[in-house]
């Protein structure tokens, strides 16, 4: 009878990190609060009426990404009928992600749900609006095959241009 000795394979680094996505909850409520509060300087970002008001739109979509099954980042977007053109589209209100762990792909896979769920629900576009400044969401949206359509002339804290960008889902 021979005898076969195989060697135990070592894992090629770290375990990944468990990344998902799931609709919004009343109880995460607090820590999308928190998200956003370290994401936004005072001003731009929300506060918890404009915070509430979001997620409690009925053409809404409210997504919250965890990370190993805690809260680490969020998603709201809407669908609407854009008046000039009849058609539905979707628009991205925020994409927020804590900043330790951003370049996880959490926001690539948040991204990707909602574009998908928005072109269930009948959108061919999506828009979203971004600050001239702000280097890594204008690299993520772009790397996300986003274009600019519009410069919004003091769109934040009525000093900061904002750029709408689009694309067709």
Do not use: W
């Not at 680094?13 to 005072?42: H, M, N, T, W």
């Amino acid at each position: 009878m021979a005898f076969v000795k195989t060697a135990a394979r070592k894992p090629a680094g770290p375990p990944k990190a468990v990344l998902q996505i799931r609709k919004y909850r009343a109880s995460d409520f607090d820590r999308l609060v928190e998200i956003d509060q370290a994401c936004f300087i005072e001003g731009i970002a929300y506060s918890e009426e404009e915070m509430s008001f979001f997620l409690s739109m009925p053409n809404g979509i409210s997504l919250v990404g965890l990370q190993d099954e805690k809260i680490v980042g969020f998603l709201i977007a809407e669908c609407f009928r854009s008046r000039r053109t009849r058609q539905l589209t979707g628009r991205v209100i925020t994409i927020d992600v804590d900043p330790a762990i951003q370049h996880s792909g959490m926001g690539t896979l948040m991204m990707s749900s909602v574009e998908a769920e928005l072109k269930q629900a009948g959108c061919d576009y999506v828009v979203l609006e971004v600050a001239v400044d702000n280097e890594p969401a204008l690299k993520f949206y772009k790397k996300h095959g986003y274009s600019v359509l519009k410069v919004l002339p003091r769109y934040y804290l009525d000093s900061i241009d904002g750029l709408q960008m689009g694309k067709k889902l």
